[in-house]
């Protein structure tokens, strides 16, 4: 029997290299998408190609509804949960000063209650086979990001609720974190802001949605590991 893993927001960019990794590696899938049904479909053929199932499931993870029914679906097709990739996140350029209430809570609903909601949601199935919650912060978490001050307040609290979550949900479910850099830049991003991006690595370049598909494979099978932040920045939070 296949391991089954879920991920969320897992129809595009690293959140699609995540899903596509996990059925290289054997498991079968169950991928949640909010708005991206052409892509979902693509993503569920490229699955089913290597021979893995793969079920999609239309989901607002800033919705509790929503991810309720996302728990029932996995439930009533599979029964049971090894790897939850929280990857689902809602990314916002606003500057602090010019953030609305609604905007904030739009941000934080997704990329922070929605985490701790699914994790809820689906503990008992993750205690039972032994599994492993995987959340996708952000290096911005890490550092104070005036132009994107809401989704950099919502991933510092990803990464702490990791740690909570890791110390409720022991000794049977490991929960960690994984804080990706510059693996993906955003569409339209100027040539001139990518390569002050890749001047502030350690490194100098930058990354690739596959360097986050192998550090969530570590993390999946990693047994001794669990309450965990592992940066995927080319050591760029190495410098000020």
């Not at 699955?47 to 079920?55: A, D, L, P």
């Not at 701790?116 to 550092?143: C, F, P, T, Y």
Request: aromatic share 4%; with cysteine.
């Amino acid at each position: 029997m296949n391991p089954i893993a879920l991920v969320t927001g897992g129809a595009v960019r690293v959140g699609r290299a995540i899903a596509l990794g996990l059925a290289e590696a054997g498991y079968d899938l169950v991928v949640s998408y909010r708005s991206s049904a052409g892509p979902a479909e693509e993503v569920k053929s490229l699955i089913e190609g290597m021979g893995r199932s793969c079920t999609l499931v239309e989901a607002d993870m800033g919705d509790p509804g929503s991810i309720a029914n996302l728990g029932t679906a996995v439930r009533g097709t599979h029964g049971r949960m090894d790897l939850l990739v929280n990857s689902a996140a809602n990314f916002q350029a606003t500057s602090l000063l010019n953030i609305e209430a609604e905007e904030w809570d739009a941000v934080l609903d997704v990329n922070l209650r929605g985490p701790h909601l699914l994790v809820r949601e689906l503990a008992d199935l993750l205690r039972a086979s032994g599994g492993a919650v995987v959340n996708i912060a952000d290096h911005m978490g890490m550092k104070p990001w005036v132009s994107y001050a809401h989704h950099s307040v919502s991933k510092a609290g990803l990464i702490h609720l990791t740690k909570i979550q890791a110390r409720a949900l022991a000794p049977q479910v490991r929960v960690n974190a994984i804080a990706p850099g510059l693996v993906l830049p955003p569409d339209g991003m100027e040539a001139a802001v990518l390569e002050r991006e890749i001047d502030a690595t350690v490194l100098k370049r930058a990354g690739t949605p596959k360097d986050v598909v192998e550090a969530v494979l570590y993390l999946a099978g990693a047994e001794y590991v669990t309450g965990q932040l592992l940066v995927i920045d080319g050591g760029g939070t190495l410098l000020d």
